[in-house]
């Protein structure tokens, strides 16, 4: 051999000598030796490299990891994102390879940092303040420095903001989140959050949950809403509430927010297509409330406020009596929203506040009714599904708006073997009197008019639907009156069904 492996193995491993060796090593004819010196070399070459490279922590030079929160200088930061709210700003010294990379890509920044224009490596955004508050939780999800805790408090800023910076992977996350976090109980604190940020789609979303759960929705938490987000939710197509369940609910918002009302928020929260039936336990307060806003109760002729409230006391005339009767016992107490508690004794305040003709005509169709009861209840009438009970539930309700929105003289008509022809008739001129119902199934009007013999009065029937059909007489007065005064007594049948009306009276 040439060259002794000793010799070899003393070497210093420097690019000169790697040169000089390779002919000796060619020569070199045991090819085990010729690994045993391979080895020795790469272990000091391996030795050389870790004493001159590895850094150590306690030394100035050591690299750490990035990071937003540290210096900008010391962290090699070579972007500043500005965040203003409105109140104030923020400066973040960020890095563009964290910011856009590819996984946790924000195609907002991604933007930012090619654009040529801006030479002072800084965007300035404005957010609203809950997006603001957020933007460290960003930051951080980024540089993967925290865990992102999606949370009902942060999950709509944290959705506006990966919206507004573009990061697709983080909406996704908090997306998926919403959809199980998104209940009856955490939809108006949704609602509350995303009107903070003006996120009108999630409005929209959290206002459906709400509308299709109302019934169990907290009043607590109702009336910390909008009047014109809670509008949003009960003129939802998905509302699952009872018409007089809702009046009462309505009722309850209302106490509280009253002093937020306006003509258009009052029309628009009391609309029949809103709440077609009112609870009349809440009647008295509605028609209360309506007085300070006279269009919005008057308008709307039958199914004004005023009429479905009248409406609504005259059908539970019992309540009305219970509300508006002198008080002999203690006060009854009534649990309000919000742990407040209101007496009895408030809705008889209330109903004797009410302008006297208002009082009139609610305790005129209160009586109306009343009567009615009464007569069905000592004919031992029970509650049943036949063709004769529906006429006389569609009749009742036809008399009673008819009858309190009209302002033209009325008649009232008792006692007939005719159930839907009791009640209302109204004045349409020429001495006739008018009153639509429902008999044997199908609807009609009941006319109460003058006979061609002196002082005689009828009560006939035609149909509903078809105009110009012959009158069917059905009870007549006797002949020979005053002319000008329908008798209230003395009617006879023709062919009507026995008895013929009790009692007739023209109301004043």
């Given at each position: 051999m040439n060259i002794s492996l000793i010799e070899l193995i003393s070497c210093s491993p420097t690019k000169s000598n790697l040169c000089t060796m390779k002919p000796k090593i060619d020569n070199l004819i045991n090819r085990k030796e010729i690994e045993r010196v391979a080895d020795s070399f790469l272990s000091k070459l391996q030795c050389s490299y870790t004493q001159c490279t590895v850094p150590d922590p306690a030394n100035d030079d050591y690299?750490?990891?990035?990071?937003?929160?540290?210096?900008?200088?010391?962290?090699?930061?070579?972007?500043?994102?500005?965040?203003?709210?409105?109140?104030?700003?923020k400066k973040y010294h960020v890095h563009k390879a964290q910011l856009a990379g590819w996984e946790k890509r924000s195609e907002f920044f991604a933007k930012e940092f090619t654009d040529k224009s801006n030479t002072m490596n800084v965007s300035d955004v404005y957010l609203p303040n809950p997006a603001a508050e957020v933007f460290p939780l960003l930051l951080d999800y980024f540089y993967d420095l925290k865990t992102l805790d999606f949370n009902t408090k942060n999950a709509a800023?944290?959705?506006?903001?990966?919206?507004?910076?573009?990061?697709?992977d983080l909406y996704g996350k908090v997306v998926k989140f919403m959809e199980s976090d998104l209940t009856i109980k955490t939809a108006p604190s949704y609602i509350l959050a995303a009107e903070a940020v003006m996120d009108k789609e999630l409005v929209n979303i959290a206002s459906t949950v709400c509308?299709?759960?109302f019934g169990q929705m907290s009043m607590e938490k109702l009336v910390k809403l909008q009047p014109k987000v809670v509008l949003k939710i009960i003129s939802s197509p998905c509302m699952n509430i009872e018409s007089e369940a809702l009046s009462m609910r309505i009722a309850q918002y209302t106490r509280i927010r009253q002093s937020e009302?306006?003509?258009?928020?009052?029309?628009?929260?009391?609309?029949?297509?809103?709440?077609?039936?009112?609870?009349?336990?809440?009647?008295?307060?509605?028609?209360?409330?309506?007085?300070?806003?006279?269009?919005?109760?008057?308008?709307?002729?039958?199914?004004?406020?005023?009429?479905?409230?009248?409406a609504a006391c005259a059908s539970s005339w019992a309540i009305l009596a219970q509300d508006i009767a002198p008080k002999q016992k203690p006060k009854k107490q009534?649990?309000?929203?919000?742990?407040?508690?209101?007496?009895?004794?408030?809705?008889?305040?209330?109903?004797?506040?009410?302008?006297?003709?208002?009082?009139?005509?609610?305790?005129?169709?209160?009586?109306?009714?009343?009567?009615?009861?009464?007569?069905n209840g000592c004919e031992g009438s029970v509650a049943s599904t036949t063709v004769v009970d529906k006429d006389q539930q569609l009749s009742d309700e036809l008399y009673l708006y008819n009858a309190v929105s009209s302002t033209a003289p009325k008649i009232a008509v008792f006692g007939s073997g005719i159930p839907p022809l009791n009640g209302i008739f109204i004045c349409t001129g020429n001495q006739t009197y008018e009153k639509d119902a429902y008999w044997k199934g199908k609807p009609v009007t009941f006319l109460l008019h003058k006979s061609l013999k002196r002082g005689q009065y009828r009560i006939s029937v035609k149909d509903g639907t078809e105009d110009g059909q012959p009158l069917t007489t059905l009870y007549s007065s006797?002949?020979?009156?005053?002319?000008?005064?329908?008798?209230?007594?003395?009617?006879?049948?023709?062919?009507?069904?026995?008895?013929?009306?009790?009692?007739?009276?023209?109301l004043r």
């Open positions: 690299i750490e990891k990035l990071d937003w929160r540290k210096d900008p200088i010391r962290n090699h930061s070579d972007w500043t994102v500005i965040i203003r709210d409105g109140k104030g700003s800023a944290l959705r506006y903001i990966s919206n507004y910076f573009d990061v697709r509308a299709e759960s009302l306006t003509d258009e928020l009052f029309f628009e929260f009391t609309q029949p297509k809103v709440m077609r039936h009112i609870a009349p336990s809440e009647a008295v307060y509605f028609l209360s409330l309506g007085l300070q806003y006279p269009r919005v109760l008057n308008e709307g002729g039958e199914l004004s406020l005023k009429c479905r409230c009248i009534r649990k309000g929203i919000l742990n407040r508690s209101y007496t009895m004794d408030d809705e008889t305040i209330r109903f004797k506040t009410l302008p006297e003709e208002l009082q009139v005509e609610v305790l005129q169709a209160a009586l109306l009714s009343a009567k009615l009861d009464m007569d006797p002949i020979g009156g005053d002319s000008d005064r329908v008798p209230e007594v003395g009617w006879q049948k023709e062919n009507g069904i026995e008895p013929p009306p009790a009692f007739v009276s023209t």
